[in-house]
């Protein structure tokens, strides 16, 4: 009886040990196996814009350091909404994420959206995209306080363009108004081409624009760049000030570029590509190409961009909120 008792328990002891073993051994071994197949990135803009070509360069490297193929899919439409709506639904097992900019922060101001911030995972700021001040060169100033001096003197007469009502370049330029106590008018384009177009003719005053193609134009003396909305200057544009410079401090509003997974994606996978991203952003030729398309690279922790997020989401409610934004 005794011997029998002692080996049930021995047998029981031998199985939960065993249990135990393999159950810590698969752990890791579940979390080694991560990526076994493609990822999705989704981009919620079209192809060819900056946030792609930022995204397929990034995801390029991640791909060569992960070992497995990163796909971007483009899911342009409703200002970046139904791409991200997209990636809401998408299950969270570390095979689909999503790249979006500060829009992400508007959209809940001015849409009804069928996601929210709980229904993903901060991983990474991947990088700033700070806007300039564009002015067309009929305007008789040379520094954004004769800018403001100038609408002062002439009420009701300054425009700005944006890429459309809620975009970066809308709620900066709307911002800009407040802190100066102008009354400007917002003309909405379907595009940076018009934009451009009537900035050199004079059909428009200003626009806040990323440095990419704008800048061409200043070198031809064709339009003035005023100034810059980050908190330092553009590297090789020194002698354009920032807009704290200019006479607003604290005046600090770059769009940006953010990488975020389905709610619920292991903490294991989040941490892995915050990482790799960090370290990507820093290679030569990555930063060479975030500069030629107007980005700055920083690589945050998934702390780090859901305190963006949180800080951008209030400035931006609040913009609106004053500057009675809302889509027609």
């Known amino acids: 009886m005794i011997k029998a008792n002692t080996t049930r328990k021995t047998t029981f002891a031998a199985l939960m040990i065993s249990g135990i073993v393999a159950a810590a051994s698969n752990v890791p071994a579940q979390a080694a196996a991560w990526p076994e197949k493609p990822i999705e990135v989704i981009v919620p803009y079209t192809p060819g814009g900056s946030t792609d070509t930022v995204s397929r360069v990034v995801m390029k490297r991640l791909s060569e350091r992960l070992g497995q193929p990163v796909v971007i899919s483009n899911k342009p439409g409703a200002n970046s909404t139904i791409g991200t709506a997209t990636a809401a639904k998408a299950k969270p097992d570390g095979y689909t994420f999503v790249m979006v900019l500060a829009a992400y922060t508007?959209?809940?101001?001015?849409?009804?959206?069928?996601?929210?911030?709980?229904?993903?995972?901060p991983i990474s700021h991947v990088a700033d995209l700070p806007l300039f001040l564009f002015v067309s060169d009929k305007l008789p100033v040379k520094t954004v306080a004769e800018l403001v001096d100038y609408g002062k003197k002439h009420p009701d007469t300054l425009t700005y363009a944006s890429s459309g009502a809620?975009?970066?370049?809308?709620?900066?330029?709307?911002?800009f108004g407040l802190q100066a106590g102008l009354a400007m008018t917002h003309i909405p384009y379907k595009g940076s081409a018009p934009i451009l177009t009537d900035l050199l003719s004079g059909q428009?005053?200003?626009?806040?624009?990323?440095?990419?193609?704008?800048?061409?134009?200043?070198?031809?003396?064709?339009?003035?760049?005023?100034?810059?909305?980050?908190?330092?200057?553009?590297?090789?544009?020194?002698?354009?000030?920032t807009m704290g410079e200019a006479g607003f401090p604290g005046f600090e509003m770059n769009s940006w570029a953010a990488l975020l997974a389905p709610a619920g994606t292991s903490k294991d996978i989040v941490d892995r590509v915050s990482k790799e991203i960090a370290e990507i952003v820093q290679e030569p030729e990555v930063k060479k190409t975030f500069k030629d398309s107007g980005f700055v690279p920083v690589g945050s922790t998934p702390a780090?961009?859901?305190?963006?997020?949180?800080?951008?989401?209030?400035?931006?409610?609040?913009?609106?909120?004053?500057?009675n934004i809302k889509l027609n």
Do not use: C
């Not at 200057?233 to 000030?241: A, F, K, L, S, Y």
């Open 106 to 121: 508007v959209n809940p101001h001015l849409y009804k959206l069928n996601y929210s911030f709980k229904d993903f995972e």
């Open 166 to 175: 809620g975009s970066s370049a809308h709620l900066t330029g709307a911002n």
């Open 204 to 241: 428009v005053s200003m626009v806040f624009d990323p440095i990419l193609v704008p800048m061409q134009y200043v070198k031809q003396g064709k339009l003035k760049a005023l100034a810059i909305t980050s908190a330092k200057r553009w590297d090789d544009e020194p002698n354009i000030p």
């Open 304 to 323: 780090d961009l859901s305190k963006l997020i949180q800080k951008d989401t209030v400035m931006y409610g609040e913009i609106i909120k004053k500057a």
